[in-house]
């Protein structure tokens, strides 16, 4: 149960004003009232089906009313849908009223840019390729409105710095509408051809099939992501006091790439690896793990062989790229006295160079049953001392560096699921505020 | 092999006499000819050749479709007939494919087959009547209907041959086969048969301009079945790996889990599961012995079929628990938990993974005779253990010529998606 603020309130208010203030003209014109009414229970029911099953937006039918009709008639498209579509969030009224304004402004706008252009006698005469210029230029301020009447509420409701709000926004959004634009123009185009809004229907099936597996896709990789905790998970279990050491070890792991200047995706391989780095001790037999007493050269020798087992376990794993090596060497010595082959020097993979620190960093922050957590100044005064012969000073200084700058809040969602608490979504339920 | 026969001689014979018409006649119309052939061609360029999904060139079969049913152009009446349809799309198939064959991927005719047939049965029910001028006098709505009904026709025509070619190339039983590829024509199939509507359509009233600005919602789709194949791929992977955690930590041995997976996909296709069953079943198949993982010490050699049912069914729980935080489907915990129940109260996917792991346990490190001794022991077992018509439908499985898992032993670790899919070029989608 979120409450709305006032100032949000009243941004809606407003928006929903101006939308009515667009509608005004609507009795003076000649509105082709049956084509209207059938777009719009044509937006409210995919709109109702994309929403509750994949979630966003569907803005193919919109465009197409705004090739299709006079830009106040345009408006009033997305109206049904508003008012039909279930909302997740109480409170309900403000929610509907944003999701009615907002796309209504944004038609509103691409359907006057549309208009302005001599667009529609483009798609009545089916003037090509000159019907793509008004087609793309009313895409532009479809998208253009939307992202801003999105930033103000992000400003308003969440409280997003003005200078971060419109940040990406447009530029994220921009590519997907066009597609939907061009599918749009398709589906006006065949509207007023003589085949109808039979042949215009049919445009709607593809795109509706590519969002489904657009959505599956996501679904996949959501439970891709549970896959790896899972893994991590089952070593939590055997190795009772590591709890949420492996996801630490990725955040460190991260902080310390890119400190590095790593890209993106070799910092994202880094986090697995980091997530990863331990999971050998799988194979490791439980009653060695729990116990509490010195350990026998012997039972070291077999915790010693956790790396390759690690590395036999994600083997097959082929996204996971050099993060296979780290897990296999993280434990190699910087002077060539580490397991399992004793490499020196820059003939541990990077990668590893960087999972050993952060290993060892979070060994020493986090709390053990056999001592307790040391403070982060302790604990890297330690791996200074030890950088050269243990560990790779650049992996060092670049850790302490990013502590200096960030400080060091490790955030670990494996044990406390639970903690899922309502995100700060704003008035309109869309995914943050990005339209979609 | 007979239905593959029959299929690629008839394919060849269509291909030979259309070419043979369209080299006497001439080709009609070769703008629009080589509009479609360019799209036809990159279609197949952007094919989609990792792991086997249905319609692995979307854009190429629906230019094929649209350019068999493409009445008027802008328009003006066209002239093109059906030999030339099929000769135009066989020369941009083969073109678009020249350079999948240059970097040594393994060209399959079947889909070339299919393709050939399926356009040019769309185009001899379409294009004899249209050059007559039959449909000039149909009003708009009415046209658009019969090229979705034709279309579907085709579809269904498509599919039919699909899963002959299935059932001839694996010994898959054909009922399961058919009803998948029914069951796909729902998603992408759907799309695909719209996409060849609309563009016939749509060069109808706009021209050739119709076809890039259609393409690219279309390549999207493309763009969106491969990522999502690409992270099945990936999750599969992990499972695997997950699944082999046992392996290592020395409670089951190597491969246990693989082998039980590839012999249960077997047993379940002679049963006649579907699909999404059958993904259930290989899932839980490789995760079957992870509650093992949750023991402080290992059962002997991993044989739980041996130990007592109430010690069977704890570690059952404790693997479905396990499976629970995974991401997969709910079902596919349930199947694990299920595992040691009595098969009268077993889901089918668990009673066939009951039967394999037993079957797996007492043959291996055995002589010979052993698989003989063990599919007795399962029949002795069917009064309460383990399900009659499963084992039995193991015993005809084992009893194949060719051996059940093609893909079970560890070859091409990393390259295949899950040791237990069929190898590649078994079953492929136009």
Redesign the interface.
């Known amino acids: 149960m979120e409450a709305v603020p006032a100032r949000a309130r009243g941004y809606v208010a407003g928006a929903a004003l101006l939308a009515l203030l667009c509608l005004l003209p609507l009795p003076a014109l000649h509105t082709p009232w049956w084509a209207l009414g059938l777009l719009a229970a044509l937006y409210a029911a995919s709109e109702y089906v994309v929403r509750r099953r994949f979630g966003g937006t569907f803005h193919p039918v919109l465009l197409a009313g705004a090739f299709l009709l006079p830009p106040p008639a345009a408006a009033l498209v997305p109206l049904p849908a508003a008012l039909v579509s279930p909302v997740e969030h109480r409170p309900a009224l403000p929610r509907r009223l944003w999701r009615a304004a907002q796309p209504a402004l944004a038609v509103w706008a691409a359907a006057r840019v549309h208009w302005a252009l001599g667009g529609r006698d483009a798609v009545v005469g089916c003037d090509f390729p000159y019907a793509l210029l008004p087609a793309g230029a009313a895409v532009l301020a479809f998208c253009l409105v939307l992202s801003l009447l999105d930033g103000g509420l992000r400003v308003v409701a969440l409280g997003v710095p003005l200078r971060r709000a419109w940040r990406g926004l447009l530029s994220r959004s921009l590519a997907p509408v066009a597609v939907h634009g061009l599918a749009g123009l398709m589906m006006a185009v065949l509207w007023r051809s003589p085949y109808g809004p039979v042949a215009a229907l049919l445009v709607l099936l593809p795109m509706y099939v590519s969002w489904w597996i657009f959505a599956q896709y996501h679904r996949e990789r959501a439970a891709h992501q549970a896959t790896i905790r899972a893994l991590v998970q089952a070593v939590d279990i055997k190795d009772g006091y590591t709890r949420g050491h492996s996801e630490r070890v990725g955040q460190a792991s991260v902080m310390i790439a890119r400190e590095l200047g790593m890209d993106d995706e070799r910092v994202e391989t880094l986090r697995f690896a980091g997530i990863l780095h331990d999971v050998g001790k799988l194979g490791v037999p439980t009653r060695l793990l729990r116990k509490d007493g010195p350990l026998t050269p012997e039972e070291r020798r077999i915790i010693e062989l956790h790396p390759e087992y690690g590395h036999e376990m994600v083997r097959g794993i082929s996204f996971l790229g050099e993060a296979r090596a780290a897990i296999l060497h993280h434990h190699e010595r910087l002077d060539g006295s580490g397991y399992p082959y004793g490499l020196v020097g820059t003939q541990i993979p990077e990668c590893a160079r960087v999972v050993a620190v952060a290993d060892a960093f979070d060994a020493m922050t986090s709390t053990r049953s056999y001592r307790r957590a040391r403070p982060v100044e302790v604990a890297v005064a330690e791996l200074e001392r030890c950088a050269g012969t243990q560990f790779d000073p650049r992996m060092v200084t670049a850790l302490a560096r990013a502590l200096d700058r960030h400080g060091w809040h490790p955030a670990v969602t494996a044990d406390e699921t639970a903690r899922a608490a309502p995100t700060q979504q704003p008035v309109a339920g869309s995914r943050s505020g990005a339209p979609r | 092999m007979t239905a593959l026969r029959i299929v690629h001689t008839c394919a060849a014979l269509t291909a030979a006499v259309c070419l043979g018409a369209s080299l006497w006649t001439g080709l009609a119309d070769r703008g629009v000819a080589l509009a479609f052939g360019v799209l036809i061609a990159v279609g197949e360029l952007t094919r989609w050749s990792g792991a086997p999904v249905r319609q692995a060139a979307p854009l190429g079969t629906a230019g094929s479709l649209s350019y068999a049913l493409l009445g008027p152009d802008?328009g003006h009446p066209t002239l093109h007939d059906a030999p030339q349809v099929v000769t135009v799309v066989l020369a941009a198939s083969l073109l678009g494919g020249v350079p999948h064959i240059w970097c040594g991927r393994t060209p399959t005719l079947d889909h070339l087959a299919r393709r050939v047939l399926s356009v040019g049965f769309a185009a001899v029910c379409f294009q004899p009547l249209s050059n007559k001028g039959v449909f000039a006098s149909w009003?708009?709505?009415a046209?658009?209907?019969l090229l979705?009904a034709l279309l579907v026709l085709t579809a269904l025509c498509d599919a039919v041959l699909a899963a002959a070619l299935a059932h001839s190339r694996t010994r898959w039983p054909f009922g399961p086969l058919l009803r998948d590829e029914l069951r796909g024509l729902l998603?992408?199939g759907?799309?695909?048969c719209?996409?060849g509507?609309?563009m016939a359509?749509?060069v109808?009233?706009?021209?050739l301009?119709?076809l890039p600005?259609?393409c690219?919602?279309?390549l999207?789709?493309q763009l969106?079945?491969r990522?999502?194949a690409a992270?099945?791929a990936?999750?599969r992977?992990?499972?695997?790996?997950?699944a082999?955690?046992t392996e290592?930590?020395?409670y089951t041995p190597a491969g246990h889990a693989r082998r039980v997976a590839a012999l249960g996909l077997a047993v379940g296709r002679d049963l006649g599961l579907s699909e999404g069953e059958l993904t259930v079943l290989e899932y839980a198949a490789l995760m079957h012995d992870?509650g093992q993982?949750?023991?402080?010490?290992?059962v002997p050699a991993g044989a739980t079929a041996g130990l007592p049912p109430a010690e069977q069914r704890r570690i059952a729980l404790l693997g479905g628990a396990?499976?629970r935080?995974?991401?997969?489907a709910a079902a596919v915990a349930v199947m694990v938990e299920r595992q040691a129940d009595p098969y009268r109260e077993q889901p089918v996917a668990a009673r066939v993974i009951r039967a394999v792991n037993a079957y797996e346990e007492k043959t291996r490190d055995a002589g010979p005779e052993a698989a003989l001794r063990a599919l007795e022991d399962l029949r002795l077992g069917t009064a309460g253990d383990y399900a009659p018509e499963v084992v039995e439908s193991l015993a005809r499985v084992l009893a194949r010529p060719r051996a059940w898992g093609e893909g079970a032993p560890a070859k091409g670790?990393?390259r295949r998606t899950a040791l237990s899919d069929p190898a590649p070029g078994w079953v492929t989608h136009g």
């Open positions: 802008a009003s708009g709505p046209y658009a209907l979705v998603g992408i759907s799309a695909v719209a996409t509507a609309v359509l749509a109808a009233v706009v021209g301009w119709a600005v259609f690219l919602p279309l999207l789709t969106s079945v990522r999502y992270v099945r990936t999750n992977q992990t499972i695997a790996s997950l082999r955690a290592i930590a020395g992870i993982l949750s023991l402080v010490d290992p396990v499976v935080q995974t991401g997969v670790d990393g």
